[in-house]
């Protein structure tokens, strides 16, 4: 392709190729590169090593990157293709550029050999352990702050302890007693259903009170807390590690720990008890009106078989596990808080975790006491 015809399509620039050389000069702006037929410059230059803009006067971004694409494309084969005669200013405008072209299409991925799965199972256990490692280490810092302030009680932030309870305890009351009750409710319908199949109705009430009182009223609460006061307090405490208040507080000589996470930490554990406790009484409630509307089994006959065959242990088992759940909950919420890192994505991602992460935990705690209890025989 002549020089003349290029100039023609381009404006005021011009391109010409000469051997293995594409010279181009005059003034290579948008203007010019919006007209240019750049498949007709490929396919004249598709035997160039060099790309000389001696001759150039004038270039913006948009020449910039029309060089910087002919390059890509020239080299895309493996062949050596250089840009000569630029000046210092010329140079720095297409390194900028061409620093900021999108990247290439990643080829699509081999498929996974066994070795290659060995190596990512590999490789999720030894974050798993290195997780666990350091949620151990975690814990231990703050069993040793709460064993410090029994010995320096002016240490507890108070306000902050008693702005907690109500934010974690009062303020999760009418949700806690809505799931409750409405748990008792299901159970007692369902229970009805099967058990109305042998006559033995009136059984459901010690259905209710053992899956409630055991098990589902602080499971439950349990489950709520760590999706509701748990995500809020990896949120809390991550939101300050982006905007570096906490490397701040270390730079004052405040100890986060002692000021964020056990104020925190002792709020669930005083407040998840009594959060059990109302559950209870909720789902309770719920199983005798759903027993006296589908069984005809009065609130005082509930009452009676309730309070007569109903081990008060079974009350006493729930209450047991509420302050190690509520740990759980705490430590892991505010563990997954202090590793956010400076941006809104890992913020995002480690909130969700902590959640995913307590729920799990949880539950593993709840089938661990399960177990114990069987084997004590409570």
């Known amino acids: 392709m002549s020089e003349a015809v290029l100039k023609d399509s381009a404006a005021d620039a011009g391109f010409s190729v000469t051997a293995a050389r594409l010279e181009v000069s005059g003034d290579l702006r948008i203007a010019a590169v919006e007209r240019l037929d750049r498949s007709a410059l490929l396919q004249e230059a598709h035997d160039v090593t060099a790309i000389d803009i001696g001759g150039l006067t004038r270039i913006d971004t948009a020449g910039a990157w029309l060089l910087v694409d002919l390059h890509n494309r020239l080299s895309a084969g493996g062949k050596e293709v250089e840009i000569k005669g630029a000046s210092d200013a010329q140079a720095q405008l297409i390194d900028v550029v061409r620093a900021s072209m999108p990247p290439q299409d990643m080829a699509m991925p081999k498929p996974k050999t066994l070795l290659d799965q060995i190596e990512t199972l590999g490789q999720m256990v030894t974050r798993g352990v290195r997780k666990t490692v350091e949620l151990t280490s975690f814990l231990g810092q703050v069993v040793a702050t709460l064993v410090g302030i029994l010995f320096h009680p002016r240490r507890l932030r108070l306000t902050s302890l008693v702005h ?175 590793k956010v890192g400076g941006d809104a994505e890992s913020l995002g991602r480690l909130t969700s975790t902590s959640v995913v992460l307590s729920i799990f935990m949880v539950i593993v705690m709840d089938a661990m006491f399960s177990i114990f209890f069987a084997i004590v025989g409570v």
């Open 164 to 338: 907690h309870c109500q934010e974690v305890g009062l303020n999760a009351v009418p949700i806690v007693a809505l799931m409750a009750f409405l748990i008792g409710v299901v159970l007692a319908f369902q229970g009805a259903v099967q058990l109305r199949q042998f006559g033995a109705e009136v059984f459901v009430v010690d259905l209710i009170a053992i899956s409630v009182l055991r098990e589902l009223g602080i499971l439950l609460t349990a489950i709520i807390v760590a999706g509701r006061s748990g995500s809020a307090f990896t949120a809390a405490i991550g939101s300050m590690k982006m905007r570096e208040e906490i490397d701040a507080m270390r730079t004052i000589g405040l100890d986060p720990v002692t000021i964020l996470v056990v104020p925190r930490v002792l709020a669930l554990m005083l407040m998840l008890p009594a959060l059990g406790l109302i559950a209870d009484i909720s789902g309770l409630v719920g199983g005798a009106v759903m027993s006296w509307i589908e069984l005809g089994v009065s609130p005082a006959v509930f009452q009676s078989r309730l309070v007569s065959n109903t081990d008060v242990w079974h009350f006493g088992v729930g209450m047991i596990k509420a302050p190690f759940f509520a740990l759980i909950i705490g430590i892991i919420g505010c563990y997954e808080g202090m």
